[in-house]
């Protein structure tokens, strides 16, 4: 099945695109779906920092599993304000 | 009214939208960019956002405001893109009976946009730039 | 700037006024005549002052929250004269480096305009009128 | 010795002026001050209601003691914001 990544801020620009579509097994969960694309984007692995996961602009923990279509940001700490 | 903007924040906009016949206090938050931090020599923001989440955190949080206190009417705008030395990157205007729940509303609501709003600003200073909130070092893990 | 006035109040320019380059963080506190007080319906807030000393004890305060938070700059304005519903009847402005500075002193100050200042307001309700806060019975007595 | 009064307020609407002239003897404090006007203006001795003084736009006790042209203000309780 096919999910819609996108990046912003720091991982946007490690990952060098804001957005990518990933296919993956049916039940990955979204903590998998990291792992994978620490492989494809490789600069994104040494990211050391506390990243919260959304799935359709909610929040989600990391072992939400994930469903065709969904839209997946890796947030990274968070500085508004 | 919660928003996200490229544009120049209406300080009057926002007032006007809070305000309210019922309403003895109105506070606002004006978060502006400051010409120094942590020592450096700071020349803009530069903020990005999440943008359909971010409004979408930022009327969840003036919902749960609605829960803590008794307020009227709340309204948050926060800017992206560049944002200058002494201009507003996010306005917070709350509307009140009394003065005791507009204030502690406000306050609650700049504390909760730095916590949870997916909105990430860019330090740009004197000899380089930064993103905020990332250089925790920490290894990935929730929250 | 400390003033009471017979004009309407310009959110603006005590924004403009506050605005540093130094502040990240700005807090506007507005005292607006609201519809009804005690279960009475206000038509309309009529404020007198003590002019010349109110504009002293609100310098005074203002150099009292100087001494207290870590703040930039301070307006307030007091209007006097006849407040419609929803209509400002004080404007406080602090700008800070940061938020904390900015939301205390604000609150500061508004608490303390209710204490000191020489300003009264009378209340001008469907069915008379009242002097707000001589009603306590208490005798005559110094604070 | 001369001393000027000025009325705000209730003060102001029960002693039917906004100001007065008064003479008092060397000396006089405020507070004597203040029953000295409750003759002058029976409608204030009813004014059951703390009262500050102010005396040349400063706050004072009620034993300070006065000076030829000083300004008295009798401060009902505020209620300005």
Known sequence: MKVKVKFFAILRERAGAAEATKE?????????????????????APVRM???YAVNQDYVNADYA?????EVVFVPPVSGG | MFRVTRNAIDLQELVAFVTDPEAGAIVTFIG????????RKVIALDYEAYPEMAEKELKRLG???????????????????????TEPSVIIAVSA??????FEACRFAIEEIKK?????????????????????GQPLNRY
């Open chain 1, 50 to 52: 506390r990243l919260l």
């Open chain 1, 24 to 44: 993956i097994r049916e039940g990955s969960t979204v903590a998998e779906l990291w792992e994978l694309l620490q492989r494809d984007y490789p600069r994104l």
């Open chain 2, 116 to 136: 949870s709003v997916p909105i990430w600003k860019k330090e740009v200073f004197e000899g380089g730039e930064v993103w905020i909130g990332t250089q925790s």
């Open chain 2, 97 to 102: 009976a009394h003065r005791a729940d507009a």
């Open chain 2, 32 to 39: 502006t960019t400051r010409n120094n931090n942590e020592g």
């Open chain 1, 66 to 70: 994930l469903k065709e279509g969904d």
């Open chain 2, 63 to 85: 919902e749960e405001a609605g829960k803590r206190w008794r307020i009227q009417r709340m309204a948050i705008v926060h800017r992206i893109g560049p944002v200058q030395i």
